[in-house]
T-cell receptor, first 113, second 113 residues
Framework: ETGVTQTPRHLVMGMTNKKSLKCEQH?????MYWYKQSAKKPLELMFV???????ENNSVPSRFSPECPNSSHLFLHLHTLQPEDSALYLC????????????FGPGTRLTVL | EDKVVQSPLSLVVHEGDTVTLNCSYE??????LLWYKQEKKAPTFLFML??SGIEKKSGRLSSILDKKELFSILNITATQTGDSAVYLC?????????????WGAGTKLIIKP
């Protein structure tokens, strides 16, 4: 498999549930990112990881918890979400710095009931 | 090859001056152009431009897109020291089932008191 993959593609969860989004990149990149895209809004950067170290947390609520066990895998753990957290969550990777071309996964469409 | 080029790479002006930052692009399947401001943290979103000739404005900042000549400009009037930052433009592109974000290298703007 090549590129950036994300699972699941769709997720519906209640506000009391705990779930995790998974991202895997097969590009040999060193940096990975989580973005949120709400309806009719541009991408919002959530987290940045470089060589497994979190370098940016863009003021994201603590109900979103990222995990990067290695440079190929990135998780986003979700708990006690709110309906306004419903959005498309996109994972991306790049070779090195933030302004290197970022390759995106297909996204997870999350609906919080 | 898709590319986004910003100019100038750096710019030093005095408070109160007006600056114009440039972003030119050569991409396939153009849909939109994004401007971000990056201080010490991750970039914060400024504008998304999709249509030629329509100015987007937010306070002292404004931006416009020219899809015929393939560029965008970001204007900042009556600059303040707080405007000092790196200004980034990015173009999202869709290649088959893959989504990429092509970044310019940024313009480092320094506003002197």
């Amino acid at each position: 498999e090549t590129g950036v993959t994300q699972t699941p593609r769709h997720l519906v969860m209640g506000m009391t549930n705990k779930k995790s989004l998974k991202c895997e990149q097969h590009l040999g990149h060193n940096a990975m990112y989580w973005y949120k895209q709400s309806a009719k809004k541009p991408l919002e950067l959530m987290f940045v990881y470089n060589f497994k170290e979190q370098t940016e947390n863009n003021s994201v609520p603590s109900r979103f918890s990222p995990e990067c066990p290695n440079s190929s895998h990135l998780f986003l753990h979700l708990h006690t979400l709110q309906p306004e957290d419903s959005a498309l969550y996109l994972c991306a990777s790049s070779q090195g710095g933030f302004t290197d071309t970022q390759y995106f996964g297909p996204g997870t469409r999350l609906t919080v009931l | 090859e898709d590319k986004v080029v910003q100019s100038p790479l750096s710019l030093v002006v005095h408070e109160g001056d007006t600056v114009t930052l440039n972003c030119s692009y050569e991409v396939t399947n153009f849909r939109s152009l994004l401007w971000y401001k990056q201080e010490k943290k991750a970039p914060t979103f400024l504008f998304m431009l999709t249509s030629s000739g329509i100015e987007k404005k937010s306070g002292r900042l404004s931006s416009i897109l020219d899809k015929k000549e393939l560029f965008s400009i970001l204007n900042i009037t009556a600059t303040q020291t707080g405007d000092s930052a790196v200004y980034l433009c990015a173009v999202p592109i869709q290649m088959d089932s893959n989504y990429q974000l092509i970044w310019g290298a940024g313009t480092k703007l320094i506003i002197k008191p």
